[in-house]
């Protein structure tokens, strides 16, 4: 019977609802991850193209009974942690790029060195202002630079309704040698809640160092920023390649379990909404 299958996959819990069971094992059998009965992270061409609605089709019976063969189970902690020197810990794949733009940003003049604001935070049920329940921060997906560092000076960019920031970093070396010469323009003084003359020097644009090669975004300010700069986000960035389609998803490559999930208070509808 394919709900004893699934449990044996470890997708289904008893007492679980078996159709839910069946559509998160569709979601995952078209995602490339998978971890083997002895442990082991592997990564496969996805042979399943059938649908995700949570039905019995025969395309999924049939990969269901191809799992169980290759001794297939769910990814739950397919990435493990990486801790950051000591400021916290990320999933192994963000670290290693984190690294490497803390290298190659240094040498630039600038810094996302820690101290950090956050990086992976553990499951909380009472939530603070301006945190979401489903951060990528739960799942070790992105952190928040530290905001108390004198070089930092974020400009408002307005995209349309939204607000985003871009990080002018002061270089270190203010000689010419490194950055470029940057004399007027504003920046937000979230101090003085509004905007401040740019101090005339040189500058490295910090947000597009980070972007550069696609791994990391930067995510728009919640509403209210402007009454509370916990809502401004400017400090925040995550790693954007291969976002699952749902918080468990999400959570269980970092090996947060269903059940950890529900002890601390998330549901359904909690489960299966969009990270971030």
Known sequence: M??????TLGFLKQGGSPLRALLRFQRRARSRYRKTLAGESISEEPAYAGPEDGAEHPETLAEIARWITK??????????????ETWGWLRQDMAAAWRERMTTIAALGG???????????????IISAGASRFSFHICGRAV???????CYFPVREPQGAQTLWRILCRTSDQSGAQGLPIRGGAYHNFFERGEAPLPAGYYLDLTAEIERGGWFERIPAQNGWERDSRLSEWW????????????QDECEL???????????????????HPPG
């Open 2 to 7: 394919w709900t004893d299958d699934l449990i």
């Open 71 to 84: 001794r297939y189970r769910a990814p739950l902690g397919y990435f493990e942690l990486a801790k950051i």
């Open 111 to 125: 810094t996302i060195s820690g101290p950090y604001g956050d990086t992976k935070r553990p499951l909380m049920k």
């Open 144 to 150: 928040d630079l530290n905001q108390g560092y004198s």
């Open 236 to 247: 925040h960035f995550q790693w954007s390649p291969e976002k699952q389609k749902t918080f």
């Open 254 to 272: 970092a090996g947060i379990t269903e059940e950890q999930l529900r002890a601390a208070g998330y549901g359904d509808a909690d489960l299966d």
